[in-house]
Each structure stands twice: as C-alpha cells, then as structure tokens.
C-alpha cells in the first residue's frame, strides 16, 4: 500500500510554468509505475502523463506532449509534473497515481491509489 500527496498548484497566467510534486510514503516507492491524471469542471477524469517504475518509459496525453514533463526520483519517494507554456484548457484539479507495475499505463481503471488532487487554475 502506498499514501499519495499533491502539493504545487495553485494560479498562474497562460504561459507560464508550474511544477506539482506527488510525495509517496512507505520505503517501497520504487515498485510503483505511477500517473498524472486531471478532472475539469462538468469533464470525465483523463490521462495527462505516466512513467515506469524505474523511470525509464514515459507517456504523455497528446494535448501536452512536449509541454509537460513527468519524472519520479525514487530516493525522495517523489513524482514530479513540469508544466509549461500554460493554457486556460489546463485549468484542473490534477491527481497522481499508483499501481504496482513494470509497465506503463494510461487508464485510470489500471491504478489502484490515488491522491486527493491539487488545483491548478490558468487565467487569461
């Protein structure tokens, strides 16, 4: 079993960045594959981002390949989403996840703990 906590949204204006980190406890964090999902208002939860247990395979939702960065630092029990270049449509309530797994994945129905979420809201 692993807890799961968000911190790092908050508001920010179209273009910029924010960083939001997922803490993990336990001493078994390495064995997690994890992911990013969010939920807007009145929209289904959906797959923002993945990473494998190891850190070597990522996987992105298309509307932010190459904006969005996720990385995992196993030593730290951490899980880190860079966002840049910010747009309103980005506005969320942004989860992370845990399944253990060696694969990557990118339905919800695969993870089996969650966070509680960190609001991250993009003004024009």
């Known amino acids: 079993q692993v807890q799961l906590v968000e911190s790092g949204g908050g508001l920010v204006q179209a273009g910029g960045s924010l960083r939001l980190s997922c803490a993990a406890s336990g001493r078994t964090f390495s064995i997690y594959a994890m992911g990013w999902f969010r939920q807007a208002p009145g929209k289904e939860r959906e797959f923002v981002a993945a990473i494998s247990r190891s850190g070597g395979r990522t996987d992105y939702a298309d509307s932010v390949k190459g904006l969005f960065t996720i990385s995992r630092d196993n030593a730290k029990n951490t899980v880190y989403l860079q966002m840049n270049s910010l747009k309103p449509e980005d506005t969320a309530v942004y989860y992370c996840?845990?399944?253990?797994?060696?694969?990557?994945?990118?339905?919800?129905?695969?993870?089996?703990?969650w966070g509680q979420g960190t609001q991250v809201t993009v003004s024009s």
């Open positions: 996840a845990a399944v253990v797994s060696g694969m990557i994945l990118t339905k919800d129905n695969n993870y089996d703990y």
